[in-house]
């Protein structure tokens, strides 16, 4: 019934787009009359518009996803909630990321003159709005900033040749292809194993927890903060690494002071059980989707934005006519587009995110949007750009991975207990392993202890394990989804590149 709705409603989608669109041709009557070739302005213009909906589409998506996948908060009102804050930070925190999608990526110096510029801001935009758009019409979550980089690169290195290319810039951005989701799921699953040890593994899982989550969230808060002073509120603010984190830590010192008493004493009355636990973690989750979601507005507004207004300036030399300063404006089109596109047609992806990668609940999903602000800072400090797109779909596949290795791993400890009771009898054997799966955490591993020390057979040859491996590995991860994002994140920057550069081409 729901679906058949959605499908219903489907065609509004596209009604409500267009009208966005038809929107900002009106306005851009408004501001480029006085320049000769108004048309390819407005059109540029729209281009920028259309791009702005495809991030919203593809990319705005990834900061909710786990919360919708762990049912913290329904789809409808997460896009909502994520379209305000996506808005809000594209438009308040912007205008200070743009400067690199202008000019950082390939030298405009090189060109000929004003018009070559607008032909390959142009084609960029088109190319890679189009391939975000097959992106999203695929359920595959890719890197719009790796897009539009390939899109730039594409148009400029059709015109000048390999010189023309900032090789510096592509370089870090290439790396940061490998470092965002190894680093990401990385710190994603030794969160989810920290987590799992200090709480999820102990006798008393509620007041494990009510030691344990104060310090967390004032962890999260420490990184969070840090994070938005790098990344979200520059145009405001301007700090350095080392004075992000030392005002992070005293707010997150603060948070953890203030919480601690309220949370202990509402965790002595919550029942003994995993379910329980978890849903200490919504408020927290909420407010991090939220500010994740402010930080990516202000960040990737700019892959919308940069070259319109790189189009807007060379077309001001061209025709010799002042231009009054038009960022609001643009800005407004891509706050606006990023949040409509996430609304209108982020479906796809919040569920690609959510729950075609790996099954997720509160507790993994904290694991996954706290990974994403902790790796930025650690790439912050090694001067390395990455990917929020990336880092968030690689902390997923680390979750994933790392619930694979402990249920494999656990299924053969349970072989091996089998095998160490060989001789018994059987129903002896099964009432003997069903009470090691009943016991706690702290009592499996004095029994293991116990075994190991009285019995050689309780080891296994590196051979033998590795066969076991194979026949009770449990794939937590779904091979499809991971192969199709792999091969997506590989072809981005050249098949966006290939795109824009005949787009330029049949231009010229």
């Known amino acids: 019934m729901l679906k058949a709705t959605h499908q219903a409603l489907y065609p509004m989608n596209h009604v409500l787009a267009l009208l966005f669109l038809i929107g900002i041709v009106a306005t851009s009557q408004l501001f480029f009359s006085g320049i000769n070739e108004n048309g390819m302005m407005i059109l540029a213009a729209v281009l920028g518009g259309y791009m702005a909906l495809n991030i919203g589409a593809n990319d705005a ?39 690199t999608i202008k000019q950082g990526i390939i030298d405009t110096t090189q060109f000929r003159d004003s018009e070559t510029i607008i032909r390959v801001m142009f084609s960029a935009m088109l190319g890679s709005a189009i391939w975000l758009n097959i992106a999203t019409l695929t359920g595959t979550p890719v890197s719009t900033t790796h897009t539009i980089v390939g899109g730039v690169l594409g148009a400029g290195m059709t015109v000048g040749g390999m010189a023309v290319a900032n090789w510096n810039t592509i370089a870090t951005i290439t790396a ?26 102990q006798d008393n899982m509620s007041k494990a ?25 520059k145009t405001s603010w301007r700090v350095d690494l080392q004075t992000a984190l030392i005002c992070g830590f005293m707010i997150g010192l603060g948070v953890y002071l203030v ?23 919504n408020m927290p989750l909420l407010l991090a989707a939220g500010l994740l979601s402010f930080a990516h507005g202000s960040n990737d507004v700019a892959n919308a934005i940069g070259p319109l207004i790189a189009i807007k300036e060379a077309a001001a030399i061209t025709n010799s006519v002042y231009q009054p300063n038009l960022s609001t404006w643009m800005l407004l089109i891509g706050a606006m587009g990023i949040a409509l596109g996430l609304v209108l047609y982020g479906k796809r992806l919040i569920k690609t995110i959510g729950s075609e990668i790996t099954e997720l609940d509160q507790v993994r999903a904290f694991c996954i949007v706290t990974s994403v ?31 694979e290795a402990l249920k494999t791993n656990y299924a053969i400890l349970l072989e091996t207990l089998r095998r160490h009771q060989q001789g018994q009898n059987q129903a002896e054997i099964e009432h003997f392993i069903s009470q090691f799966d009943q016991s706690t955490f702290s009592e499996k591993g004095r029994l293991l202890t116990k075994l190991d ?17 194979k026949l009770y590995r449990h794939e937590f991860v779904k091979r499809s989804t991971f192969i199709r994002i792999m091969l997506a994140w590989f072809v981005t920057v050249p098949a966006t590149g290939m795109l824009t550069s005949l787009i330029y081409l049949l231009l010229d």
């Not at 989701?181 to 799992?196: E, N, R, S, T």
């Not at 390395?384 to 997923?396: E, Q, Y």
């Not at 020390?453 to 491996?469: G, N, P, T």
């Open 61 to 99: 998506g990834n900061n909710i996803g786990p919360l919708v996948g762990s049912a913290v908060i329904g789809l409808t009102g997460a896009m909502l909630f994520a379209a305000l804050f996506e808005a809000a930070g594209a438009f308040l925190a912007g205008d200070e990321v743009i400067s």
């Open 176 to 201: 940061s292809w490998l470092i965002s989701p190894l680093l990401g799921g990385f710190i994603a699953a030794v969160l989810l194993y920290l987590i799992k040890r200090t709480i999820t593994y």
């Open 209 to 233: 927890a009510g030691k344990a989550l104060p310090l967390l969230v004032g962890f999260m808060t420490w990184t969070f903060t840090s994070y938005l002073l790098i990344k979200g509120v």
């Open 259 to 281: 919480i601690k008493p309220s949370i202990v004493q509402r965790t002595a009355l919550l029942p003994n059980t995993k379910s329980a636990v978890n849903r200490l973690f």
């Open 373 to 403: 602000t902790i790796t930025v800072l650690l790439a912050s400090q090694l001067g390395l750009p990455v990917s929020s797109t990336h880092t968030a779909v690689g902390a997923v596949f680390g979750i994933g991975f790392l619930r």
């Open 453 to 469: 020390a009285s019995d050689s057979r309780i080891k296994l040859s590196k051979k033998e394990r590795k066969s076991l491996q």
